[in-house]
Structure formats: structure tokens, C-alpha cells
């Protein structure tokens, strides 16, 4: 159990153009699911905490208006890269928690992420 | 604000030797999640400690979660190259909502056959 799906899993693309991401829980709800952005050898960043219902809550030096979070029901949150730039160029990954569990002390269930790069 | 070290950050060893890892918090955690990623992959939960001085194995994988609950080890006994990967710490606190976990840097070990 607790699989999350996350699609595409690799994406090449030229500057200027928009990415979504789509982070799926297939076999449980979540209403909170997180965004994390990785570069090689490093740790976990989190971009994001995202939450059912309601507006994203970013981490401090991400920019809302360029990475978009929607999540719009308990499966899904979606991660869109607006304007993408070489910069944008990482892997991202999304985790969910089961909702069902209660609303702390939950392991965190992560897709295989996205490699995203800008050309 | 809030951070979570992690020691080393590299370890090679020999298969068949031992290996920890350390993880200390600059402030009482009200737990520690330990999570495994492979080279290419994600991370994988592996344990979660609540208690003040828990124990907990997995098969070869000692936890630990210390007293004052501001750290954290991981022990592999004699490891194998199948344990190879960059293993995280990751805490969380009392304040705050949806109680974001806050990670470590990580410890990559290397596992020469």
C-alpha cells in the first residue's frame, strides 16, 4: 500500500516553456502533499507544502507565481514550472501522507519523481 | 530557524564492516523519520522513532532516538552492497501546522565488495 504515483518522470524541454507535474495517491487520500526539489548529491528542499481545498503554503525564496500548486482533491496535486529557464533544471519530487492516519507523526510516501531539464 | 545535522556525509567502507550515521537537531524533535534513497531513486520510509531513548531493528538496521530526543542513529551491522544509498534523517516538532518534516543532509555509503 501507500503508493504515490508521479508523472512524467523525465521531462526535456526548451526555455519558456510551462511543465506540469502531477503527484497521484493511488491507493489512499491525502490532504497534505509536499513538493521537494533535489540537485545532485544534496539533500531535500521543500518547495512547498500543498493542501487540499486551499491555497499552498511556499517555503521561504520560492516563488508562488512561478511554481504553480494546485490541489484539487484528495489524489491529486499538481506542480506546474511556468516559464521554465535552465535554472528550473532539477529533479522534483512530490510525498503525500495518508490522511487517514491522523495529522502528525505520519511517514511521508514519495513518488520517483520528476528530472526536469531546460534546454 | 530549526535544522537537523547529519554525520558524515560520506562513508566508504568494506562490505562486511560496520556503519552509523548521526543526526542532531538543534531543538527537542517530537520525532525522527530515518528514510533510504538509492542512486536514481526516491526515498523510501524506513522507521519512525516517538519515544525518549527508543530502540528499534530492522533485521541489520539499528535505530536509536536519544533521551533528549534532539538525536538520532542509524547502525548497520555488517553491511552488504545492497545497502548502498544516501540515508536521510527527517524531524518533526510540536510547533507549527501540517508538521513539515525537516531534513538532514544525508549520509551516502559506499560499499566496496
Known amino acids: 500500500g501507500a503508493v504515490v504515483s508521479q508523472h512524467p518522470s523525465w521531462v526535456i524541454c526548451k526555455s519558456g516553456t510551462s511543465v506540469k507535474i502531477e503527484c497521484r495517491s493511488l491507493d489512499f487520500q491525502a490532504t497534505t502533499m509536499f513538493w521537494y526539489r533535489q540537485f545532485p548529491k544534496q539533500s531535500l528542499m521543500l518547495m512547498a507544502t500543498?493542501?487540499?481545498?486551499?491555497?499552498?503554503?511556499?517555503e521561504q525564496g520560492v516563488e508562488k507565481d512561478k511554481f504553480l500548486i494546485n490541489h484539487a482533491s484528495l489524489t491529486l496535486s499538481t506542480l506546474t514550472v511556468t516559464s521554465a529557464h535552465p535554472e528550473d533544471s532539477s529533479f522534483y519530487i512530490c510525498?503525500?501522507?495518508?490522511?487517514?492516519?491522523?495529522?502528525?507523526?505520519?511517514?511521508?510516501?514519495f513518488g520517483d519523481g520528476t528530472r526536469l531539464s531546460i534546454l | 530557524g530549526q535544522q537537523v545535522m547529519q554525520i558524515p556525509q560520506y562513508q566508504h567502507v568494506q562490505e562486511g564492516e560496520d556503519f552509523t550515521t548521526y543526526c542532531n537537531s538543534s531543538t527537542t524533535l517530537s520525532n525522527i523519520q530515518w528514510y533510504k534513497q538509492r542512486p536514481g531513486g526516491h526515498p523510501v520510509f524506513l522507521i519512525q522513532l516517538v519515544k525518549s531513548g527508543e530502540v528499534k531493528k530492522q533485521k541489520r538496521l539499528t535505530f536509536q532516538f536519544g533521551e533528549a530526543k534532539k538525536n538520532s542513529s542509524l547502525h548497520i551491522t555488517a553491511t552488504q552492497t545492497t545497502d548502498v544509498g544516501t540515508y536521510f534523517c527527517?524531524?518533526?516538532?510540536?510547533?507549527?501546522?501540517?508538521?513539515?518534516?525537516?531534513w538532514g543532509l544525508g549520509t551516502s555509503l559506499a560499499v566496496n565488495p
Open positions: 527527517a524531524g518533526t516538532n510540536n510547533a507549527g501546522n501540517n508538521r513539515k518534516l525537516i
Open positions: 510525498s503525500a501522507r495518508d490522511a487517514a492516519l491522523g495529522f502528525s507523526n505520519q511517514p511521508q510516501h
Open positions: 500543498s493542501n487540499e481545498g486551499s491555497k499552498a503554503t511556499y
